[in-house]
């Protein structure tokens, strides 16, 4: 059973920092590509962070050069690190990945629960 559980959000001024973890469980973490979405109050959910597991990675615009993706494939972790938060930052901050089968009927997209990030002005 595919797992993500996502930890380090909380409230944080703006211009400061904070460090999201996402312990995956469940699948060869290593092959897989992880990604970090978030979702503010009254708006979609959003991808904003990429990794594939070559380590490439890839940003939205919004938060480029601000955010940094990581993952450490011996402890099965992503990490997303977010310095100079802004207001607009905040938003519930997901967890996802994607497994492929043999045909696309049995890919399977999974997500974690979610952290809370807070940021004030």
């Known amino acids: 059973q595919v797992r993500l559980v996502e930890s380090g959000g909380g409230l944080v001024q703006a211009g400061g920092s904070l460090r999201l973890t996402c312990d995956v469980s469940?699948?060869?973490?290593?092959?897989?590509?992880m990604a970090w979405y978030r979702q503010a109050p009254g708006r979609e959910r959003e991808p904003i962070a990429s990794i594939t597991s070559s380590g490439s990675t890839n940003y939205a615009d919004s938060v480029k050069g601000r955010f940094t993706i990581s993952r450490d494939n011996a402890e099965s972790t992503v990490h997303l690190q977010m310095n100079s938060l802004k207001p607009e930052d905040t938003a519930v901050y997901y967890c996802?990945?994607?497994?492929?089968?043999?045909?696309?009927?049995?890919?399977?997209?999974?997500w974690g629960k979610g952290t809370l990030v807070t940021v004030f002005s």
């Open positions: 469940g699948l060869t973490f290593s092959s897989y590509a």
């Open positions: 996802h990945t994607r497994t492929y089968g043999l045909s696309p009927k049995y890919d399977r997209d999974y």
